[in-house]
């Protein structure tokens, strides 16, 4: 997003057919801090077009281990 250049889009994917679950778009991003999170929440959740936000959540990577 050109108006949040700290942001990383990590991840950008969109589902085959009917093989994922509903929205069928996916996209992770990094933010820097939490505080960050308030503006860009408030600009998506105003846009229709050319995408939808349907549902969004935070996560926080804790630890690096592989079960």
Same mark, same amino acid.
């Given at each position: 997003?050109?108006?949040?250049?700290? $942001?990383?889009?990590? $991840?950008?994917?969109?589902? *085959?057919?009917?093989?994922? @679950?509903?929205? %069928?778009? $996916?996209?992770?991003?990094? *933010? @820097? /801090?939490?505080?960050?999170?308030?503006?860009?929440?408030?600009? $998506? &959740?105003?846009l229709?077009? @050319? *995408? /939808?936000?349907? &549902?969004?959540?935070?996560? &926080?990577d804790? %630890?690096? /281990? *592989?079960?």
């Open positions: 997003m050109r108006r949040h250049p700290d $942001l990383v889009l990590n $991840l950008l994917a969109q589902r *085959i057919g009917k093989l994922a @679950p509903d929205p %069928g778009g $996916l996209a992770v991003w990094t *933010i @820097p /801090e939490f505080a960050t999170l308030h503006a860009v929440a408030d600009e $998506l &959740s105003q229709d077009v @050319p *995408i /939808e936000l349907d &549902s969004a959540a935070t996560y &926080s804790f %630890g690096r /281990e *592989i079960l």
